[in-house]
T-cell receptor
Framework: GENVEQHPSTLSVQEGDSAVIKCTYS??????FPWYKQELGKRPQLIID?????GEKKDQRIAVTLNKTAKHFSLHITETQPEDSAVYFC??????????????FGTGTQLKVEL | NAGVTQTPKFRILKIGQSMTLQCTQD?????MYWYRQDPGMGLKLIYY???????DKGEVPNGYNVSRSTTEDFPLRLELAAPSQTSVYFC???????????FGQGTRLTVV
């Protein structure tokens, strides 16, 4: 099965600085890598995703990079704002033998943006 | 579209009691998942389903059961509640083509 490791577990940055969260995965067959943001007491919500045929994707202040050879992917948030404070989860999806697919999550990064 | 709806939002169970966590989606998605999230931890997959009539175990299935009689509904059953099952439970749904998973608002379960 898939194993996803995420670092760091906590990250504190000053408003306006950049934040980077890194994940590694174990199954080379994984082909879809979403990032979710979870605000306190709320449900996880997708903020950006990348598929295995793409190396980088950007959406305004957030970007994700994927290195398939090294089996790692990263989330980059530029010009951080207080509302970016949340827990961020990376995930990897892979096809299960016999059909279906599973989404395996990292353990999360608590991002705090300080004024 | 309501998306993914879970009930109840909160529940306190006594050890040994049973309950069913309800999950329903109106997006006609084939894939549905149940996750548990322990405090300060990530999401662990309990069970998943690729379509009506098909279910399979995830990483932490012990103590749980599921059924998928319709595309819309994917209930999670706890037969003999234990304190180790105290957690927040999330149901999610995903389409086979667009693989984004949409989450319900969660059920906070406490077993005492």
């Amino acid at each position: 099965g898939e194993n996803v490791e995420q670092h760091p577990s906590t990250l504190s940055v000053q408003e306006g600085d950049s934040a980077v969260i890194k994940c590694t995965y174990s199954d080379s067959a994984s082909n879809y890598f979403p990032w979710y943001k979870q605000e306190l007491g709320k449900r996880p919500q997708l903020i950006i995703d990348i598929r295995s045929n793409v190396g980088e994707k950007k959406d305004q202040r957030i970007a994700v990079t994927l290195n398939k050879t090294a089996k790692h992917f990263s989330l980059h948030i530029t010009e951080t704002q207080p509302e970016d404070s949340a827990v961020y989860f990376c995930a990897a999806k892979y096809e299960v033998t016999g059909g279906g697919n599973k989404l395996t999550f990292g353990t999360g990064t608590q991002l705090k943006v300080e004024l | 579209n309501a998306g993914v709806t879970q009930t109840p939002k909160f529940r306190i169970l006594k050890i040994g009691q049973s309950m069913t966590l309800q999950c329903t989606q109106d997006m006609n998605h084939n894939y549905m998942y149940w996750y548990r999230q322990d405090p300060g931890m990530g999401l662990k997959l309990i069970y998943y389903s690729v379509g009506a009539g098909i279910t399979d175990k995830g990483e932490v299935p012990n103590g749980y059961n599921v059924s998928r009689s319709t595309t819309e509904d994917f209930p999670l059953r706890l037969e003999l509640a234990a304190p180790s099952q105290t957690s927040v439970y999330f149901c999610a749904a995903a389409d086979t083509m667009n693989t984004e998973a949409f989450f319900g608002q969660g059920t906070r379960l406490t077993v005492v």
